[in-house]
């Protein structure tokens, strides 16, 4: 998993979900052939990941409404990693990384505790400020595909879902 910058200096507001913790991802750029290979380089972008992916596999896909109440369709996708190779994630955009087992990952971010933690930062970091509209940060919006991807991983092995699939 990774973290959300809370804050877009590109774009001068605050990141869509900011603070949360994620599956590395984003949106497909015209050099990505498919939603596999806009997988493949969100994973090596965000992670810093610079070995072999291997047994790739599409897992489903979910719809949801976006961030500012525009459809949004995750693809999602399961690979295996060489533990070899480091992972260093770009600073650009996350601001770190976290290694669990799905029900651990769940525990934690649909806990409470976390999102009370969140929306305190929105309020510190000044997210909360009307002049960002939209991406104004006040409660905590939490990831429908996020949580959806990790109910689905929670209840099989990745061997399972490899091999399936």
């Known amino acids: 998993m990774v973290r959300r910058r809370f804050w877009n200096p590109w774009k001068g507001r605050p990141t869509s979900h900011p603070g949360e913790w994620v599956f590395p991802g984003g949106a497909s750029k015209p050099c990505d052939r498919n939603p596999m290979a806009t997988a493949r380089r969100e994973m090596r972008e965000e992670t810093g990941y610079g070995g072999p992916l291997s047994r790739m596999r599409f897992l489903f896909s979910v719809e949801s409404n976006g961030y500012i109440d525009q459809l949004h369709r995750t693809a999602v996708h399961a690979a ?49 400020d009307p002049q960002y509209g939209h991406y104004r940060a006040v409660t905590r919006r939490m990831p429908t595909s996020t949580m959806d991807t990790l109910r689905f991983l929670a209840r099989r092995s990745l061997g399972e879902i490899l091999a399936q699939h």
């Open 80 to 128: 295996l990693i060489d533990g070899s190779y480091p992972l260093q994630p770009q600073e650009e955009e996350v601001i770190g990384l976290w290694t669990a087992t799905p029900t651990e990952i769940l525990a934690v971010i649909g806990s409470p505790a976390f999102t009370a933690e969140l929306e305190r930062e929105y309020h510190e970091r000044g997210l909360d």
